[in-house]
């Protein structure tokens, strides 16, 4: 790696990247939470030390995004605009289950660990420090530049990403976009590194069951709530174990690093459960990834019923979390679920609260061989891998309004989806400063090619 991004990583991303973490916007899914406005003003007064102006916009008190703007200067600017979209709130953390304050950037061993390490803080600070020194040297660059650090990410984007495109629509014309769940290894050589091309739809399902109370010493022909909401529950669960072999799924695994009778056995719907934990075995930490890309999944969030233990329930609910892979809607899944639970249907009620369809951004495109191009440019034979993570970010939304969107970086070579998944949300989230190196050594050539 090229001394000068180290040095810079050093003196420019790490300051900001630990003030980041340190000013603990805590989004917990209240209106209230968040406190972006922190982050916000941190990154404004890190633009205007580079004389670049940008606009904080908050739709209620302390929720606030930043947004820059650049206009281009070819007649195509905004044709060929494209952006880093990232988000400045964080998830919460139990404090007790780290070994260093959450939200006090520690710097042990190499990494740095607190909430935000790698959902996304990393890239918020890699991308400013990339965005402000190509500014610096290309005050008017070619095509128009955003950077995007919206607020509420972490619950569904309402007062940042939705509010953005809601209110101030002249702030959300870019047409190609960088964005988080990319950039770690899916192999043991640091040679093929992952790309987020699709997300999967979001289906968050209320299940309500109703049943007949009593005395729980008395369950003879009573119907008890909980119990039947527990028996459609399971029914449920194994629909949705059952693989789906899409063409998307093709797609990704086609670039894995495995053998071709490997490959086979994961596109066989009668191996590959098995294929599955045998790809783990060589990557660790792969099965996840394929698990979500071979299925719809469903996982149970919330379970309500009941108020004495002596008292037969007559009512219970549940709130799962279905993702679902291109091709299936709301409705489907609703009809789908219904009929598993024909014989239940006069005590149970499906209500759909929230869904978001899949979306995939092609790679036989200009913006993708930018990409590839950027990360051949430090490294030849590395190769790009387009996955499917089980998550989803702001950037649907901008698909949504039919930008190109791919979520990518560029970590360490060492550093795995298994370390990435592990710091996800978890506990101990860290990152490799090697890796902001990296990250930072991407995005900057990244900007340059893009302006040649």
């Not at 590194?193 to 979001?202: D, I, L, T």
Request: with cysteine.
């Amino acid at each position: 790696m090229n001394e000068e991004y180290k040095q810079k990583t050093q003196d420019l991303v790490l300051p900001l990247f630990k003030a980041l973490i340190n000013s603990a916007c805590i989004n917990d899914g209240r209106r209230d939470s968040g406190n972006e406005i922190r982050n916000a003003k941190i990154l404004k007064d890190f633009f205007n030390s580079y004389g670049i102006d940008s606009q904080i916009i908050e739709p209620l008190p302390s929720r606030a995004s930043l947004i820059v703007k650049i206009k281009g200067s070819s007649k195509e600017a905004e044709a060929n605009s494209f952006g880093f979209l990232n988000h400045i709130d964080v998830v919460p953390a139990n404090a007790s289950n780290w070994d260093s304050d959450p939200f006090c950037a520690t710097e042990k061993d190499g990494y740095i660990y607190g909430r935000g390490a790698v959902d996304m803080l990393n890239i918020t600070a890699t991308t400013a420090v990339a965005f402000a020194e190509f500014i610096k040297s290309n005050p008017q660059p070619v095509n128009d530049l955003y950077y995007y650090a919206l607020a509420d990410e972490e619950s569904e984007g309402i007062l940042g990403a939705l509010n953005l495109i809601k209110n101030h629509s002249q702030l959300t014309n870019c047409r190609r976009i960088l964005t988080e769940l990319g950039g770690f290894f899916l192999d043991n050589n640091g040679l093929k590194v992952g790309m987020n091309f699709s997300e999967k739809g979001v289906l968050r399902l209320k299940i309500n069951v109703r049943g007949e109370t009593g005395h729980g010493s008395l369950p003879y022909k009573k119907v008890n709530a909980a119990t039947l909401l527990s028996k459609v529950l399971i029914l449920l669960e194994e629909e949705f174990s059952r693989p789906v072999i899409t063409e998307l799924y093709q797609v990704v695994v086609a670039h894995l690093p495995f053998s071709e009778e490997l490959k086979a056995s994961l596109l066989d719907s009668q191996q590959i459960d098995g294929a599955i934990e045998e790809a783990d075995k060589i990557v660790e930490g792969i099965g996840a990834l394929l698990h979500s890309a071979s299925r719809n999944t469903f996982s149970v969030g919330i379970l309500k019923s009941g108020s004495k233990v002596n008292i037969i329930p007559d009512s219970a609910h549940a709130m799962v979390d279905i993702r679902l892979l291109p091709g299936y809607d709301d409705q489907m899944i609703i009809e789908l679920v219904s009929g598993l639970v024909s014989d239940y249907l006069d005590y149970i009620e499906f209500e759909a609260r929230e869904f978001f369809p899949a979306q995939v951004t092609s790679i036989d495109s200009e913006f993708f061989d930018l990409i590839d191009r950027s990360v051949k440019s430090i490294n030849k034979d590395i190769e790009i891998v387009p996955v499917v993570p089980g998550g989803v970010t702001d950037g649907r939304y901008w698909r949504a309004l039919g930008c190109e969107v791919f979520g990518f970086s560029l970590f360490a070579p060492d550093y795995t989806f298994k370390e990435f998944s592990d710091s996800l949300h978890g506990n101990n989230e860290k990152i490799s400063i090697a890796s902001l190196s990296h990250m930072f050594e991407f995005y900057s050539k990244f900007l340059d090619l893009s302006n040649s």
